[in-house]
């Protein structure tokens, strides 16, 4: 059984920063791509960032050049530094490991960018 835990979320002005983190623990095993997704009220879940095995990375337009995706392999961790956050990055932000055996998410943390 794997546990997928996201934590990091919170209130935050526009023009701030947030780091969220995610980790995985329990059976896990060989784990490739870690994504970053998020949902908002009323819309379908949008995938943010991704990072491969590789730490090749892959990010949304609308977050490119302010948010950054990483990885601790060592940690089973995979954290989102969000920066210049705008009031439409409000969401539930979720992550994913992608692993041999299965792909698992965690329950979300609330990120909500208001003045």
């Known amino acids: 059984q794997v546990h997928v835990v996201e934590s990091g979320g919170g209130l935050v002005q526009p023009g701030g920063s947030l780091r969220l983190s995610c980790a995985a623990s329990?059976?896990?095993?060989?784990?490739?791509?870690l994504g970053w997704s998020r949902q908002a009220p009323g819309k379908q879940r949008e995938l943010v960032a991704s990072?491969?095995?590789?730490?090749?990375?892959n990010y949304a337009d609308s977050v490119k050049g302010r948010f950054t995706i990483s990885r601790d392999n060592a940690k089973n961790t995979v954290y989102l530094q969000m920066n210049s956050l705008k009031p439409e990055d409000t969401a539930v932000y979720y992550c994913?490991?992608?692993?041999?055996?299965?792909?698992?998410w965690g329950q979300g943390t609330q990120v909500t960018v208001s003045s």
């Open positions: 329990g059976s896990i095993f060989r784990v490739g791509a």
């Open positions: 990072i491969t095995s590789g730490s090749s990375t």
């Open positions: 994913n490991f992608q692993t041999l055996g299965g792909s698992y």
